[in-house]
């Protein structure tokens, strides 16, 4: 197996609070990783950290053998990083159709002179990814509504539809399943196993341990910005440390 | 009707208007001063839609769009005046001169954000204002500049009221043709996208600030256009021309046609040019009527006279721009084609 992702000491002090102490995993490509902690325990801030969001304090990453730490957002995502937020970024005043596309034109790139005197082959290849992203998801039927006005659960499939579009190699979600019923999780998590079944690797950050130990091959456990715990759920769900950190110690 | 002839006959229909139906009218009654109201409303179309562009479409809120219209007014005139070019060459590089300041001003402001980028603006609006008013050896200050040559292509004297209404229709149609495929593109897409959340464009491999820079300069160059129509067909520019008022009313067109949507940059234009000239007969008080047409349509109309997802929508099928996905029913079109 092929590492793809490659994160080596990677810190992040903010002021006298260090948010990523040390974090050092890797993730091969075709993987599906679980990064998991209690609140405040870092995952996010590893996740911007990756996607550039968030500069280094110490450490380093690398996706495909190049250093990617201190590169701007958008360059590493073209390398091939898809991301979604935490708090469900979408494109609110935008249809669903129009979100997806953007995804797919910050890949194949826009320039002013090409979109008024070129050809249709750039727009048509945008919206050839843009539509099969959304039959990924199955919201073709709800391509022309404007993002704000469908559901909240649909919202979640259409920005990791954004995401799909851009074809990337390495799929980040963080905390997908944050504000969903238990029904939606579950449906949620059969479509990110049907995700990694078709090859794509993904990073999934997520509060919810139940979807987490439930799909994921590998899960690196986070606490107070350190990592605990690397391995296989059933190891991990046996682990002193992991149990310490969400249960607490008796004293 | 074929989606193939549709868009042509929409097409077709502005042409015939604009370049038909309005000069015969004009032509018909053939005074000056109406030939002149037409300038000015097919100029502040043409600055609206420019405006649209960056504001709109963008999301930058900008209050000095005016200052970029007089540095194009002020390029072609000193350059006519001054350096003797016809209007051939004024014309490009009074766009270029705008676009050329409008990436000075963009290079320092457009990490700022919402309102912070708006007072830079604002206040960048003001400078050149007072640089055009205060810089008397080459603006002429407050006297203005008189230009009373310059309106000829390849030869042929264009400067008569008939002639003159062609060149400045011609441009905005063409300019206003640019405007539509970089608004309605997926190009135009990636632009909506800052708007709504920068960081998130960012993460999708859109280079955010390099896409605000671009549409500030392509705006400023239209402003700059703009400009450099006025100076040739109005005879006479001086800073009143460009002051803040001015990018205010700009902005009123662009809010009160509807946010975003380029068809409704164009009616709000029209609306804040002629209302006040059909007006004329009631004196004084039209301005009241102005200000209340103003206030009552944006307390009725909020998203403007066609708002932005009407607009898209009116462009997707009516100039025929859509894409339609496999296996989906007619009047669901999407995307950019």
Known sequence: MTTLLTINGATRRFGGLTAVDGVSTTVAKGELVGVIGPNGAGKTTLFNLISGFTPLSAGKVHFKGRRIDGQKPFRIARLGIGRTFQNLRIFPNMSVFDNVSVGAAGMLGVNAAGAVFGGKARSEAISRRAWAALEQVGLQGLAGELAANISYGRRKYLEIARALAMEPELIILDEPAAGLNDTETRELAAFIKRLHGDGMTVLLVEHDMGLVMGICERVVVLASGRKIADAAPEVVRKDAAVLEAYLGVEE | ?337
């Open chain 2, 1 to 337: 009707m074929s989606d193939r002839l549709r868009p042509l006959l929409v097409v077709a229909a502005v042409l015939v208007l604009v370049l038909g139906v309005v000069p015969a009218v004009l032509g018909a009654f053939d005074r000056s001063y109406l030939y002149q109201v037409a300038n000015l409303a097919l100029i502040f179309v043409l600055l609206a839609a420019s405006m649209h562009l960056v504001t709109g479409v963008a999301g930058l809120l900008q209050l000095g769009h005016a200052a970029f219209y007089g540095v194009g007014a002020y390029t072609a005139a000193l350059l006519t005046t001054e350096a003797g070019l016809s209007f051939g060459w004024t014309l490009p590089l009074a766009g270029l001169g705008a676009a050329f300041v409008a990436v000075l001003v963009a290079l320092p402001t457009m990490r700022l954000v919402s309102i912070y980028f708006a007072v830079a603006t604002l206040g960048i609006g003001q400078m050149l204002y007072l640089v055009m008013l205060n810089w008397v050896p080459v603006t002429k200050g407050p006297n203005g500049i008189l230009v009373t040559s310059g309106l000829t292509l390849f030869g042929y004297d264009l400067s008569r009221p008939a002639s003159a209404y062609f060149v400045v229709a011609v441009v905005t149609l063409a300019s206003l043709w640019v405007i539509h495929r970089l608004s309605h593109s997926y190009y135009g897409n990636a632009l909506r996208s800052l708007r709504e959340d920068d960081q998130c464009a960012d993460a999708m491999g859109l280079d955010t600030v390099r896409l605000k820079i671009e549409s500030f300069a392509v705006s400023g160059f239209f402003a700059g256009i703009a400009g450099a129509l006025w100076a040739h067909t109005a005879g006479y520019i001086s800073p009143a021309d460009f002051s803040f008022p001015q990018s205010i009313l700009i902005l009123a067109m662009v809010v009160v046609g509807g946010l975003g949507s380029l068809p409704g940059a164009v009616i709000g234009a029209l609306v804040l040019i002629l209302l006040p000239e059909v007006l004329r007969p009631v004196g004084d008080f039209r301005n009241i009527i102005v200000g209340g047409v103003l206030f009552f349509s944006i307390l009725l109309m909020p998203k403007g006279i066609i708002g932005e997802v009407s607009a898209l929508d009116l462009v997707r099928r009516q100039l025929g721009g859509a894409w339609r996905g496999e296996g989906t029913k007619a009047g669901s079109e999407v995307g950019w084609r």
